[in-house]
């Protein structure tokens, strides 16, 4: 079973960057579909971004479609999500998670983080 642990996450003032990063504890997810959700207090985990696992595809969320980027170096194990001009409303637990499908259905993930931490600031 793959394990994934994420890290990067933090406090920032809004308009303010973070790179949050997901690796692979056992395992691989080299062949997966790779995607981040999150999950702010009183709310449904919400779809954020994926990548195919050839890194030939990709698909954001509206909300997030310019100012966030999704990459990953798949025989490293290593994905990420580059978040740029922050908003308050991106505070949540953001979570990696891998597929074998082409999904934003956070059921269609098999495996997934434990999660980490973003507070953005006004």
């Known amino acids: 079973q793959v394990q994934l642990v994420e890290s990067g996450g933090g406090l920032v003032q809004a308009g303010g960057s973070l790179r949050l990063s997901c690796a692979a504890s056992r395992g691989t997810f080299s062949t997966y579909t790779m995607g981040w959700f999150r999950q702010a207090p009183w709310k449904d985990r919400e779809f954020v971004a994926l990548i195919s696992w050839s890194s030939t595809g990709t698909y954001y969320a509206d909300s997030v479609k310019g100012r966030f980027t999704i990459s990953r170096v798949s025989a490293a194990n290593e994905l990420y999500l580059q978040m740029n001009r922050l908003k308050p409303e991106d505070t949540a637990v953001y979570y990696c998670?891998?597929?074998?499908?082409?999904?934003?259905?956070?059921?269609?993930?098999?495996?997934w983080g434990q999660g980490t931490q973003v507070t953005v600031s006004s």
């Open positions: 998670a891998g597929t074998t499908e082409w999904s934003t259905r956070d059921y269609d993930y098999s495996i």
